[in-house]
């Protein structure tokens, strides 16, 4: 994976597959596609990304693009055949597994915030509760104080 420049951030709509990145403006780089033989976390069976136009890819990596007759469909690159096939499997089930994954993720930072938010009530409870002790401390302290005072003054 040596020169691997940019991973593009991708999206999926319920029917197909929309690849969104930041393509660089020259015409140093180019679009390859990094394939896996798993569906990933996005339900895609690859991820895009740009390399420098002379790099040489070797599969897990290709150059081919994705044919037309393939969008709206689960796209897989056959590694053996050197050409992308259809998975069969649903778009809408390929767009589930993405929303299964990125609400697992929501769940684990909800987790983690509600214990943070936790132990910052738990501090404020405890910084409250000194707090109240010092004022009670600080006023025996100065009542103490004037009664010194007043006692001294006569």
Known sequence: MKGLIHLADTTSTDTSTTTTSTTPQDDTYKQVFMTYQSQQADGNFYTVVYVPQDAVVNYPMTETPIP???????????????????SNVDPNTSEIIALKNVNAELVKQLASATLAANNANQAATTANLAVAQLTKQLAADSASTTTTTTTAAK
């Open 68 to 86: 037309t007759e393939l969008q709206g469909k689960v796209a897989k690159y056959n590694g053996v055949l050197e050409k992308w096939e259809d």
